[in-house]
């Protein structure tokens, strides 16, 4: 397996652009993360979906932000539009969930840098 | 609601010597704890994680962690650091039966002297 594989890995936009960042799991994974890692504030997760539909996304900073899983192998996280403080590293991880482990072991993708200037 | 805390945003030990990541937790019901790797550029990676078997959870590359409940505490060790080991770390928790979520610390970048 490939892994959760995201694009694009570098992303240089203008405050005022949409960015849409994409991100395809695991097959067979039943749940799918976004997290956004910055020095200030560390590892947060914005919101997690499990069979494409979401479950939690408290995590989400304001309206600019949205996320779809429209299927279960594709999902976008989508600023529009974009301000200088969502520069940041953007994680998908995906997993099976606690059923079968007992714990949920994320596998994260190489994350997706964004710089709006 | 879980949460973990992270002692030393920064570690440094020299090759060969003990490595010592500290970890505390915070948790209302039995949590799940994790402990991830992140490479530089690279996303994170799972070392081990203890789901209330056994209280001394051993999981790649010779770590290891030690679930104390009296104390609250999940500090990874290695009894000696290699300068591979060179990576920021990760401590996570999360709420058993069903809530999936992981909230991670703040991380400890560790740092090995030749």
């Known amino acids: 397996d490939a892994g959760v594989i995201q694009s694009p890995r570098h992303e240089v936009t203008e405050m005022g652009q949409e960015v849409t960042l994409r991100c395809k799991p695991i097959?067979?994974?039943?749940?799918l993360f976004w997290y956004r890692q910055t020095m200030m504030r560390g590892l947060e997760l914005l919101i997690y979906?499990?069979?494409?539909?979401?479950?939690?996304d408290s995590g989400m900073p304001e309206d600019r932000f949205s996320a779809k899983m429209p299927n279960a192998s594709f999902s976008t996280l989508k600023i529009q539009p974009s301000e200088p403080r969502d520069s940041a590293v953007y994680f998908c991880?995906?997993?099976?969930?606690?059923?079968?482990?007992?714990?949920?072991?994320?596998?994260f993708g190489a994350g997706s840098r964004l710089t709006v200037l | 609601a879980q949460s973990v805390t992270q002692l030393g945003s920064h570690v440094s030990v020299s090759e060969g010597a003990l490595v010592l990541l500290r970890c505390n937790y915070s948790?209302?019901?039995?949590?799940?704890l994790f402990w991830y790797v992140q490479y530089p550029n690279q996303g994170l990676q799972l070392l081990l994680k203890?789901?209330?078997?056994?209280?001394l959870v051993k999981g790649i590359n010779g770590f290891e962690a030690e679930f104390k409940k009296s104390e609250t505490s999940f500090h990874l060790t290695k009894p000696s650091a290699h300068m591979s080991d060179a990576a920021e770390y990760f401590c996570?928790?999360?709420?058993?039966?069903?809530?999936?979520?992981?909230?991670f610390g703040t991380g400890t970048r560790l740092t090995i002297i030749p």
């Open positions: 979906f499990n069979n494409n539909v979401p479950i939690d």
């Open positions: 996570a928790v999360s709420a058993p039966f069903g809530n999936e979520k992981l909230t």
């Open positions: 203890y789901t209330s078997a056994a209280t």
């Open positions: 097959s067979g994974h039943d749940y």
């Open positions: 948790s209302s019901v039995p949590p799940y």
């Open positions: 991880a995906s997993s099976l969930g606690q059923g079968l482990f007992g714990a949920n072991v994320l596998t």
